[in-house]
């Protein structure tokens, strides 16, 4: 496609409910990128892959956040036993190496 | 640690009107700044940046100057159009690493 894809657009989850976010990069892309972004707030870094190589997760808040993307092109973020806190926007980014990022539309969260 | 701190919004100016909004910045050594860009409905889009002190990001009439003396990174525009109305965050990338520091954001409003 012409730019990173979201899917879902909307996701709405009862608490304690697991869930997974899906990203779709643009193709040929190395880096890619999950951000959370809470409202009225400035995208908070989760994670980074480069291909399919998990380099930095620091940012996931805790054990309930896992990301993964097994063919270094996909990638999903998955949050289980879901919380209020969890609510937010959940933004991917991707790149060639140490190029210019593109960021999709988002999926935005909302945990009941 | 690496911060980010911008102007608080929104701000909300009339057309033609001459923007500024501030941004400035913690971190050590020589980071890269940007400034992204969300329209509504849209992702994040890089605006503009600058890679070292004293250099100048330009970009769609926007400026802004790397200050490294007053670690600081302001937007300015000279004549704003409503099309301008947008969320802007200021970001930061510390050298060497892949991920991105961003601001709280700033709401901008252009009235006709």
């Known amino acids: 496609g012409a730019g990173v894809s979201q899917s879902p657009r909307y996701k709405v989850a009862k608490r304690g409910q697991d869930v997974a976010l899906r990203c779709d990069p643009i193709?040929?892309?190395?880096?890619l990128f999950w951000y959370q972004q809470a409202l009225g707030q400035g995208p908070e870094f989760l994670t980074y892959?480069?291909?399919?190589?998990?380099?930095?997760k620091s940012g996931l808040p805790s054990d309930r956040f896992f990301a993964e993307r097994p063919e270094g092109s996909v990638s999903t973020l998955k949050i289980q036993r879901t919380q209020q806190e969890d609510s937010a926007v959940y933004l991917c980014?991707?790149?060639?190496?140490?190029?210019?990022?593109?960021f999709g539309s988002g999926t935005q969260l909302s945990v009941l | 640690g690496n911060s980010v701190t911008q102007m608080e919004g929104p701000v909300t100016l009339s057309e033609e009107a001459f923007l500024t909004i501030n941004c400035t910045y913690t971190a050590t050594g020589y980071p890269s700044l940007f400034w992204y860009v969300q329209y509504p409905g849209e992702g994040l889009q890089l605006l503009l940046k600058a890679t070292k002190a004293d250099d100048k990001g330009s970009n769609k009439g926007f400026e802004a100057t790397y200050r490294k003396e007053t670690t600081s990174f302001h937007l300015e525009k000279g004549s704003v159009q409503v099309s301008d109305s947008a969320v802007y965050f200021c970001a930061l990338q510390r050298q060497g690493a892949q991920k991105l520091v961003f601001g709280q954001g700033t709401r901008l409003t252009i009235n006709p």
């Open positions: 193709s040929g892309h190395v880096s």
């Open positions: 892959f480069q291909n399919e190589a998990q380099l930095d």
């Open positions: 980014a991707s790149s060639r190496l140490g190029e210019k990022l593109f």
